[in-house]
């Protein structure tokens, strides 16, 4: 939510921008809610229907506070957008995906964007030269505190539920990369993934006809590249690695039968380049080998204009439009 720039004058300002967040917060939790449920993921669905019960309620609190306060409400403030961060987070991925998500990770993106409306307030309450206004951003910046606070101890609650009930998916692992073949090894297994879902969705799309065939030019790259490895390095993807990448192809294929909706193909096409790029950027940070660090930089980089092509291709059922 990127509200930081925005000029606040006078309470009407600020009250206006209060509101045009809780709506916009609505209208996002109702996506996620709608998102669930055509993802069969009924747990995370009501969590996120409960939150726009409640987000519905602060505005209803926010228009009779203003009423009672004679504050009329600014109609050229305009409507708020959530900005979704150009690289992959947890807070967005893992909450917004309906393979992923969870009451815990729904719990967390709540938290996440109740801070950042804290954060705004007080900046606001810190800076504003009118004393009204400052007043005003105080109110809100504790009320926010205070929805952050309650909604943390639900995440705590959900959080051991979902440790005793067992309920994590097999993620790639970047520490299991110890060498060239074993990030190969992912590469490859990603860009097949991509390139089965691609097909799938490019009737239609130039951009993701031409992606795919990137992409499987890059497989045949890489493939080639992890042969000479085994033949003239003795160099093969390890154990840990192989069984890593099994789990993952395992749990894809039973998501892949589980939920067969077109719009559910785009988001989890657009997850995993979003996870695909963490994944290799985590490589980066990690590895102590400076050929595979050299690799993963070249991935991540690959990864990131990936991302960049869906978003233009696929705009808002790619569910990480700006």
Known sequence: MDVLSTNVKTTSDLMSIALQAEREAIRRYSILAATMREGNNDTAAALFERMVLEEQEHERLLLAWMLHEGIDENSTVAAITWRDPHISTTYNDEARDPYQSSPYRALAFAVHNEEIAFRFYTHVAANSENKSVRKYAEILAREELGHAALLRAERRLAFH???????????????????????????????????????????????????????????TINENSLYDNAMNRQESPGTEITGNLQQIKSYNAYMGEKANAQSLKI?????????????????VETTTNETVMLAAQKLSASALDRIGILKEAMGEECGCVD
């Open 161 to 219: 539920a979902e440790r005793k009930a067992d309920r994590n998916e097999p993620r790639l692992d970047p520490k299991a990369v110890h060498n060239e073949s074993d990030l190969l090894a992912v590469a490859i297994q990603i860009d097949h993934f991509l390139v089965k879902e691609m097909d799938a969705l490019a009737k239609n799309s130039v951009e993701i006809k031409s992606l795919a065939r990137e992409i499987r030019l890059q497989v």
């Open 267 to 283: 988001q989890r096409l657009c997850a995993c380049c979003d996870r695909s790029f963490s994944f290799y950027d985590a490589v």
